[in-house]
């Protein structure tokens, strides 16, 4: 059984850092990016970084770019998102996702494309 469980939200002033971790298990993803997205109240689900689990490319949303970065531990079967420089509009509930990966410059970035997903966890950056 494939499980994603993600870890290390919490409340941050802005400016400030947090660093998610997302243990996976079940499965081989050697074939997959591993996405981040996030979800603040009354709006979408939104990409927000994605890190491959085989090669490590990384890709981010424009929002994010220069402040956040993707990164994997193989050995651990854990990916791992550093917010930094944290704004407000960074409150949401951040997911972690598996998604298959062709080994191109396309990189999945719907909530369609990624098929496993954890359960989530609160970040929540006050003003």
């Known amino acids: 059984q494939v499980q994603l469980v993600e870890s290390g939200g919490g409340l941050v002033q802005a400016g400030g850092s947090l660093r998610l971790s997302c243990a996976a298990s079940?499965?081989?993803?050697?074939?997959?990016?591993m996405g981040w997205f996030r979800q603040a109240p009354g709006k979408e689900r939104e990409f927000v970084a994605a890190v491959t689990w085989s090669a490590g490319r990384t890709f981010y949303a424009d929002s994010v770019k220069g402040r956040f970065t993707a990164s994997r531990d193989n050995a651990k079967n854990t990916v791992y998102l550093q917010m930094n420089s944290l704004k407000p509009e960074d409150t949401a509930v951040y997911y972690c996702a598996a998604g298959y990966y062709g080994g191109t410059s396309y990189y999945p970035r719907s909530m369609r494309e990624y098929e496993y997903w954890g359960q989530g966890t609160q970040v929540t950056v006050s003003s």
């Open positions: 079940g499965r081989a993803f050697t074939s997959y990016a």
